[in-house]
T-cell receptor, first 115, second 112 residues
Framework: GAGVSQTPSNKVTEKGKYVELRCDPISGHTALYWYRQSLGQGPEFLIYFQGTGAADDSGLPNDRFFAVRPEGSVSTLKIQRTERGDSAVYLC?????????????FGPGTRLTVL | KQEVTQIPAALSVPEGENLVLNCSFTDSAIYNLQWFRQDPGKGLTSLLLIQSSQREQTSGRLNASLDKSSGRSTLYIAASQPGDSATYLCAVILITGNQFYFGTGTSLTVIP
């Protein structure tokens, strides 16, 4: 596709459940980023992939959060035992080759609500 | 850790006014600074990107300046329109990093 896409656009779940959020980057982009935006805040970095590997996962808040990118394209953010504090918009971005040189293009986000 | 602050948090102006949004950051070792627009329930739209070696960038009615040594950037919007109503986010990338550090945004309302 022409841009970064994310599915689902909205996800409502109950506390304690497991959720998966999907990101399809721009074709040919090797770098992929996940950010989390809580209400009234700016996005905060979660994890950065270069190809299939997580080059920087320092932003993941705890071990309930995990992300994969097995074929170096689509990525899935996985959240176990969801808590109400996980409610936020999860944004994905991709760039051509990573690093500060390349511009990051953002997807529309997935709004996660944990009841 | 890089801290990015945006002032004001919210701004309401009548249509046609010129306005300035402010962004400050604590670590001046940035590679670039970018201004984004975010509409309610939407993702981020890039407005202007300023490389650390540049002083300003212009696009249409928008002008962004960068003073890296003082850790400040401003976004100037000329002749504001109701369609400019949105949240404006400032973000920086460090020379050594890959991730954006975002401010908390300025929510702009332009009243017809």
């Amino acid at each position: 596709g022409a841009g970064v896409s994310q599915t689902p656009s909205n996800k409502v779940t109950e506390k304690g459940k497991y959720v998966e959020l999907r990101c399809d980057p721009i074709s040919g982009h090797t770098a992929l980023y996940w950010y989390r935006q809580s209400l009234g805040q700016g996005p905060e970095f979660l994890i950065y992939f270069q190809g299939t590997g997580a080059a920087d996962d320092s932003g993941l808040p705890n071990d309930r959060f995990f992300a994969v990118r097995p074929e170096g394209s689509v990525s899935t953010l996985k959240i176990q035992r969801t808590e109400r504090g996980d409610s936020a918009v999860y944004l994905c971005a991709s760039s051509l080759s990573g690093g500060p040189v390349d511009e990051q293009f953002f997807g529309p986000g997935t709004r996660l609500t944990v009841l | 850790k890089q801290e990015v602050t945006q002032i004001p948090a919210a701004l309401s102006v009548p249509e046609g006014e010129n306005l300035v949004l402010n962004c400050s950051f604590t670590d001046s070792a940035i590679y670039n600074l970018q201004w984004f627009r975010q509409d309610p329930g939407k993702g981020l739209t890039s407005l202007l990107l300023i490389q650390s070696s540049q002083r300003e960038q212009t696009s249409g009615r928008l002008n962004a300046s960068l003073d890296k040594s003082s850790g400040r950037s401003t976004l100037y919007i000329a002749a504001s329109q109701p369609g400019d109503s949105a949240t404006y986010l400032c973000a920086v990338i460090l020379i050594t990093g890959n991730q954006f550090y975002f401010g908390t945004g300025t929510s702009l309302t332009v009243i017809p």
